[in-house]
Nanobody, 118 residues
C-alpha cells in the first residue's frame, strides 16, 4: 500500500518561506517512474494543482506560484519537495502530495497546513 507523508507546513508571515516534503513509501523503481505533484485546497475552494514534476524532471506550475515556488525530487530518498518563497496570505491552504504512475494509480497524502499571516 502506497503511503505519502507530508511535512514542513506551519505558520509564516507574508514574505517568508517554507519547504514542504513528501516521503513516499513505495519501491524506488515505482517512485522513479511516477509523476509527483503538490495540490492545495483553501477553505471553501476546490483543490487545485500547484506544481508537478515528471519522472524525467520536467516541471510545471500554477500561474499564481510561478517564480515563487520550486518543486524538486530526490529519487534516492523517494521524496518530493516544494520550496515556497515570498509567501502571500492567499497561499494559505492545506497542501497535499500526489503520486501518479501507469494512469490508474493515483495516491494522496493526508495534507499539511500552511498558514500565511499578513
Amino acid at each position: 500500500q502506497v503511503q505519502l507523508v507530508e511535512s514542513g507546513g506551519g505558520l509564516v508571515q507574508a514574505g517568508g518561506s517554507l519547504r514542504l516534503s513528501c516521503a513516499a513509501s513505495v519501491s524506488g523503481s515505482i517512485f522513479r517512474i511516477s509523476t509527483m505533484g503538490w495540490y492545495r485546497q483553501a477553505p471553501g475552494k476546490q483543490r487545485e494543482l500547484v506544481a508537478y514534476i515528471t519522472s524525467a524532471g520536467s516541471t510545471d506550475y500554477a500561474d499564481s506560484v510561478k517564480g515563487r515556488f520550486t518543486i524538486s525530487r530526490d529519487n534516492a530518498k523517494n521524496t518530493v519537495y516544494l520550496q515556497m518563497n515570498s509567501l502571500k496570505p492567499e497561499d494559505t491552504a492545506v497542501y497535499y502530495c500526489n503520486l501518479k504512475f501507469h494512469t490508474a494509480n493515483d495516491y494522496w497524502g493526508q495534507g499539511t497546513q500552511v498558514t500565511v499571516s499578513s
